[in-house]
């Protein structure tokens, strides 16, 4: 009997020192927690932080997620915030994550903002989109447009010159399926080498200047489409795919490149618009679902890749714009508020269903409407 006493002690030292190793092994650099400085809410409005979206590790399920903050509450996979028209104001928020043995391996800071109900009430708003397929698609434009359509809104007005399908009558944009910062820098295709539709069009902001050289005009585009007067708020939501073919183990060649590129097409807009509000777009995450990338890529591009990829990106994108930002440009977390599971079809790596279109519109409907407080 004491053999197989000792055994059994033995087994179960064993086990435990297993998990602990385990546990130990979930660092704060495999964990790569990363939050918007700022996370925007508007009363009667859901919003939510997707957990699996603040860190690179997978599964979150392995996991414990813990927030602080004196608005919202745990809903399983996420914090969930539905504030009440009297929780307008700001609320530090503090993410804690711990291993499956409770210790902690990382936190990190946000603030949440919470727009009074009326912010901009009946105030005109002359927007334009700019932006990759998922604008094309003009999901999230139009939640846009149906949430500020309601009372105590404001009136919003959509500039640009593509109104796709799936566009409702008044919203209209330019998002174009495949193009990227740089195409919108450079692209000129010839009008007789066009076939009219939006794939052989050049940059709206592209125009020849005198020599017939192929130049980047954001005043020429204002005065032929917009009669000469800069838009009120300008959303740029790009970033798919200047790095969706990234190496997935030094992605920050290409994101470096891609910010370069935002930089100048920024600097341009501002010259044209110098008291427009700028909002940059963090890069959404994709399909949670692997099957989704075989059915769109075979083999070439897998689901962790471009999880690799695009949580580096939302990274980079923080650190880059967080130091320019002032009342005139700010982030939008639009990668918080998306179930990568629940928001997506089952057959689609990177483009939501009509759930999670409506996540990132109301992501920019509250970013906006935090913005047009009084």
Known sequence: ????????????????????????????????????????????????????NTVLY????????????????????????????????DYPLKLSVMDPDGNEIARATSRVKVAPQAAGSDQPVRILIIGDSLTHHSGYPNQLSKL?????????????THHPEGALPHVSHEGYGGWTWNTFLERYIAPDKSDGTYKTRSSPFVRLNEEGKPTLDVQGYLNEHCNGVPPDVVVFKLGINDCFTADTGNP?????????????????????????????????????????????????????????????????????FREKENEYLSIIPTELNL????????????????????????????????????
Request: some cysteine; overall charge negative.
């Open 1 to 52: 009997m004491i053999p197989i006493l000792r055994l059994c002690f033995l087994l179960i030292v064993v086990s435990t020192r297993a998990i602990s190793v385990h546990a130990a092994e979930i660092t704060s650099e495999q964990l790569q927690l990363t939050l918007p400085p700022t996370i925007y809410a508007v009363p009667e409005t859901e919003i939510g932080i997707y957990y699996q």
């Open 58 to 89: 997978e599964p979150a399920s392995d996991l414990t997620f813990r927030i602080q903050c004196d608005v919202g509450k745990d809903a399983g996979d996420h914090w969930s915030l539905h504030p009440l028209a009297d929780q307008a104001g």
């Open 148 to 160: 500020c359509s309601q009372p105590e809104n404001p009136t919003l007005i959509f500039l640009g």
């Open 252 to 320: 920050d060649v290409r994101i470096t490149a891609m910010l370069e590129a935002a930089d100048q097409l920024l600097a341009e807009f501002r010259q044209a618009a110098p008291q427009a509000l700028f909002g940059l777009c963090l890069t959404t995450p994709g399909n949670s679902r692997e099957a989704a990338f075989s059915a769109n890529y075979a083999e070439r591009y897998s689901r962790r890749g471009w999880k690799q990829i695009q949580h580096r990106l939302v990274q980079r994108q923080i650190e880059h």
């Open 339 to 374: 179930d990568t599971t629940g928001g997506y079809p089952d057959n689609n790596a990177v483009h939501p269903n009509t759930e999670g279109y409506n996540q990132i519109g109301t992501s920019i409907y509250a970013w906006l409407k935090s913005h047009l407080e009084k």
